[in-house]
């Protein structure tokens, strides 16, 4: 039955090769020409003793725009296997109705199902894994320099969770094509699921896998997460520990906290330094400045402190393993539908 | 003593709110073969796929080979199916099926493939997508025959088939059935009833999603006449036997009589009838106001 | 070998016009004795009918003596049926031949052909008859 896989899928095999060396060879050029750019960097500052706030610094422009552009668009790359191949998978037996063909000989439709099945999740793993090991190994320098491996879509290229991705998207096109028996509408879910899934996890629940750590500091301090950790919230709390609304679209704020919750002894600084730092002048901002010391000198008395949530850079591969994790069993789920309806509803 | 090969008891399938076949009892005889004929719509697809185990039933059962229709490999390889629209994957050549169906089977008579198809002239390496229809047709059942099934359920095999294509299709089908010694029963569906008298010895009648007749040819064919007489009361008559379909013109009544015995009204000339005389009758009967004129006015050849 | 043609709508049963042509393959000398029929298999395959109708022609030769099945070999004629040789049938068939371009030629129809056999086997009947009778007055 392997065999028929094999034939079925030769040319679409060769062609994602050919795809992937493509892919691999402007990752691998644009990538050489960016790790010798960051040695020259990083020799430099070395040299003049100015590592230390390169971050700041911006690290300049690194590496090519072509590159740059190609690891942004692997990030599509999940979602192509899905609809190429994951969405046509069933749909296109249905179509044609060699379906017929396939479940007069003698397999279980539920073993003919497991091995297409099988090869194909096989495939787009691969497919996935070698693309994100390219986009990993290429954004080395960037990651170094920009301390951004944490953050949404840099997350999303690296690691392992395009594994995930491309096992998931491929199972939704599956699911959707035995479902709708048909290759369009199925190739339209994988888009639409996809992409939702993805701007959701990555722009809302990421951040929740796990509880964040919370630091608080003194009003008067300054407090930096670990680098490379992303910012989860951050604000006042009052004397009990009590955590302060906050609201910046009004006005008469301090930090984004309604001047009017805060304690009476510092209203005055407070309002002080909210009106000065919206004034121009330097003189103003000045003014504001210190305002805004007194004000926060004030609050600590009052047993105020300012606090940051954040996921620690360390917990970065918990991570990953996670939304890995998370997008496979929902793979798993689109499998165990699939087989129920291909094996139970009527040809 | 004869077994049954098929066997079904008040089968019925609905889908939704539409009935596609209703109450349907058969049985076809080992080493028959034998014609399902029925309208459009009759349920004789739905009834194949049932015995193929490619749908389930909605009430009553099946048994094929004494089994349920199911899907493990002792019984899918025991039943061959061939669908209506002749399905292969279009890209790959006649050598490339014998290959996937060698994976794919229990038992698996290549050779027998390779032997048919090139007795018929037909290229074992080229795509199946640019045979003519008739050879396609003739690899799809090497395939299936390949199999070594002993229940063979064809969906209108040579519908879209030209006659000398047709020939050859069926001349491979009963020369398998030859070669079997009995052991092969066949289940054909087709609307061509001059092809279906050379070739079969059962019949399957369904119109309207049930049964109408169902049993060895020769039999059903000494079951009916055809009554000619002037056209009057057929109370009398009725009461004995089962008037299928008349045709009549004012004067004229041709009757399609089932009988329970013989005739003795003096009025009536008896003729046999042929197998297309009984599937026109039958579904006649049925047939919808539309044709009910053709009654009136007697087009009976 | 002979090959057998059947006609669907000719009103005769297809294994009776099967046990008509091998008789008639018989006298005309096509088949001779000892020779072997096809099997039920090379038949069905050329003229696709069902393979019971040959098997029930095949039984209903066996029974009138003329094929008899020899296990595992097939079926061999044993018999020609009765009536004169091979030889006369073609010998008479090619003077038929002959007698017919020659009604074509004088504007004869199949149909008046055929009517004016009818006409002149009955008429035959009737000769032979009267031909009888002065021998028994005689006698």
Same mark, same amino acid.
């Given at each position: 039955m392997s065999f028929l896989i094999w034939r079925q899928y030769r040319l679409q095999a060769a062609f994602a090769a050919l795809v992937l060396a493509v892919f691999a060879a402007v990752l691998l050029i644009t990538g050489l020409k960016m790790a010798s750019q960051w040695h020259t960097i990083l020799s430099a500052c070395t040299a003049s003793g100015t590592c230390g706030s390169l971050q700041q610094q911006g690290g300049a422009s690194l590496g090519s725009v072509l590159g740059h552009d190609f690891a942004i668009l692997s990030m599509l790359a999940p979602a192509l296997f899905g609809m190429l191949v994951g969405a046509p998978l069933l749909a296109r037996e249905y179509e044609s109705r060699t379906f017929d063909f396939a479940w007069s000989q003698s397999v279980t439709r539920t073993r003919w199902l497991l091995v297409k099945v099988g090869w194909v999740l096989l495939a787009a793993a691969v497919w996935g894994g070698v693309i994100a090991e390219l986009v990993t190994w290429w954004s080395g320098p960037r990651n170094a320099a920009y301390q951004n491996w944490f953050q949404p879509n840099y997350f999303d290229q690296q690691g392992i969770v395009p594994i995930g991705y491309s096992v998931f998207a491929t199972a939704l096109g599956i699911a959707a094509g035995a479902v709708f028996r048909r290759t369009l509408p199925a190739v339209a879910i994988v888009v639409g699921g996809f992409i939702g899934l993805r701007l959701w996890t990555s722009q809302d629940l990421r951040l929740h896998y796990m509880t964040p750590v919370t630091t608080s500091y003194s009003m008067t301090g300054n407090f930096n997460p670990p680098t490379g950790s992303p910012l989860v919230g951050g604000g006042m709390t009052g004397p009990n520990g009590q955590v302060l609304a906050q609201n910046f679209n009004s006005d008469n704020t301090f930090n984004g906290v309604p001047i009017s919750s805060l304690p009476h002894a510092c209203q005055a600084l407070a309002s002080q330094a909210s009106n000065l730092s919206t004034q121009a002048s330097n003189s103003a901002q000045n003014a504001a400045n210190s305002a805004q010391n007194a004000a926060n000198q004030c609050l600590a008395r009052a047993g105020y402190h300012n606090f940051l949530s954040y996921q620690p850079a360390s917990r970065y591969w918990a991570f990953q393993g996670i939304e890995t994790g998370i997008f496979v069993a929902l793979a798993l789920v689109l499998l165990a539908v699939t087989f129920y309806v291909v094996r139970n509803r009527d040809a | 003593m004869n077994t049954c090969a098929i066997e079904t008891q008040g089968l019925s399938k609905r889908y939704h709110r539409v009935t596609a076949l209703s109450d349907c009892s058969v049985t076809v005889p080992e080493g028959r073969i034998s014609a399902l004929v029925g309208p459009n719509g009759a349920g004789k697809t739905t009834l194949l796929r049932l015995l193929a185990g490619l749908a389930r039933p909605t009430g009553g059962s099946a048994l094929v080979l004494g089994g349920t229709p199911r899907q493990d490999p002792a019984f899918l390889s025991e039943v061959g199916f061939l669908a209506q629209e002749i399905p292969?994957? &279009? &890209?790959?050549?006649a050598q490339d099926h014998i290959q996937v169906g060698a994976h794919m089977n229990? &038992?698996?008579?290549a050779e027998s493939v390779r032997t048919r198809l090139t007795g018929l002239n037909i290229p074992l390496d080229r795509p199946v997508g640019k045979l003519s229809g008739g050879q396609r047709a003739q690899v799809a059942l090497a395939l299936t025959l390949a199999k070594q099934p002993r229940v063979l359920l064809l969906d209108e095999p040579v519908a879209a088939l030209d006659p000398l294509a047709r020939r050859h299709f069926l001349g491979t089908l009963t020369a398998a059935v030859a070669e079997s010694g009995g052991e092969l029963t066949v289940v054909l569906s087709s609307h061509l009833i001059t092809d279906l008298e050379r070739v079969s010895d059962h019949m399957i009648l369904l119109s309207a999603s049930r049964v109408q007749l169902c049993g060895d040819t020769d039999e059903l064919l000494a079951e009916h006449k055809l009554l000619v007489g002037p056209r009057k009361d057929t109370a009398a008559l009725e009461r004995m036997h089962k008037v299928v379909h008349t045709v009549s013109t004012p004067r004229q009544a041709r009757l399609l009589v089932r009988l329970s015995g013989p005739v003795f009204d003096p009025a009536y000339e008896a003729e046999d009838v042929s197998l297309e005389d009984l599937v026109l009758g039958y579904m006649g009967a049925d047939a919808p106001a539309a044709y009910a004129h053709l009654a009136a006015v007697g087009d009976d050849q | 070998m002979i090959t057998f043609r059947v006609d669907g709508r000719s009103g005769v049963p297809p294994y009776l016009q099967i046990v008509q042509q091998v008789r008639q393959a018989l006298r005309m000398g096509v088949l001779d004795v000892g020779d072997q029929l096809p099997t039920v298999r090379e038949v069905v395959a050329a003229v696709a009918i069902n393979p019971n109708t040959v098997l029930k022609a095949y039984r209903d030769l066996e029974r009138e003596g003329l094929v008899e099945a020899r296990a595992g070999q097939g079926t061999f004629v044993k018999r020609r049926p009765p009536g004169p040789p091979p030889g006369t049938h073609s010998r008479l068939g090619r003077s038929l031949e002959h007698w017919v371009r020659e009604a074509r030629e004088a504007g004869l129809d199949d149909e008046s052909i055929e009517s004016l056999l009818r006409v002149t086997l009955r008429s035959a009947e009737t000769a032979v008859d009267s031909h009888h009778s002065p021998e028994e007055e005689i006698a």
């Open positions: - | 292969l994957y &279009r &890209r790959f050549s229990l &038992r698996w008579d | -």
